[in-house]
């Protein structure tokens, strides 16, 4: 069944005394219930040492107040332009809900133990992709990666597949939240949530 749309001429304007981690759960909440296909979709930003933006859609695997959480390659090429730069973007997009977020902060690596924890949720297949693939590198054709995968799968046949050394996860501390909602006739409703290291953020709403 279609997700019903909702009538943007009836939509609340965005609460400015939220708390901008509330707010950000109450929309997600939202998304989940709406959207027909990976509500935790998001564009993650990052920056090459020479200052060279790139960006690619990613699945949030977690949040809390310490931050958002996602899981990659750490020889990908987002994986080293992080190492390199740790600061980073992140954009969802709620089509059904005409919703916008983005986030912007610094990123610093997971612990091993969370690493270790997510991993052994991943379907086994996903597992053993992650340590057949190099991922981001040349793949001479898709046949050598079939055999890779075939390979590894009889490597661990019987057995739990172990995170490889160079897979794990990177946390995005929000000091930036920026919340969309669309209006008629591009009459948008924006608020940004600012923290300059302070205990309160500052809340401000934009012009459309």
């Not at 939509?11 to 709406?34: R, Y």
């Not at 086994?124 to 981001?136: E, F, H, K, T």
């Not at 793949?139 to 490597?155: K, M, Q, W, Y």
């Not at 969309?180 to 923290?195: F, G, M, S, T």
Request: proline fraction near 8%; charge should be neutral.
């Amino acid at each position: 069944m279609a997700a019903t749309e909702p009538n943007v001429d009836t939509l609340p304007l965005i609460d400015l005394s939220s708390d901008p981690f509330d707010l950000f759960t109450k929309w997600m909440q939202d998304a989940e219930a709406s959207e027909l296909s990976d509500p935790n979709a998001m564009t993650l930003a990052t920056v090459s040492p020479e200052g060279r933006p790139s960006a690619r859609i990613i699945l949030l695997k977690g949040f809390d107040r310490d931050g958002f959480r996602f899981y990659t390659n750490l020889e990908s090429r987002k994986g080293r332009e992080l190492e390199a730069t740790p600061v980073a973007a992140l954009l969802f997009h709620w089509k059904s809900l005409r919703r916008q977020i983005r986030i912007e902060g610094t990123v610093a690596p997971v612990t091993t133990a969370e690493a270790d924890a997510y991993f052994a949720t991943r379907r086994r297949l996903s597992q053993i992709g992650a340590i057949a693939s190099d991922q981001s590198r040349p793949l001479p054709d898709r046949e050598t990666f079939e055999r890779r995968i075939h390979e590894v799968e009889e490597r661990y046949e019987g057995k739990p597949v172990p995170r490889p050394a160079d897979w794990s996860g990177f946390c995005l501390r929000p000091e930036r939240f920026e919340f969309w909602q669309e209006r008629p006739y591009r009459l948008h409703d924006r608020a940004i949530w600012v923290n300059h290291g302070k205990a309160a953020w500052e809340v401000t709403r934009l012009y459309p």
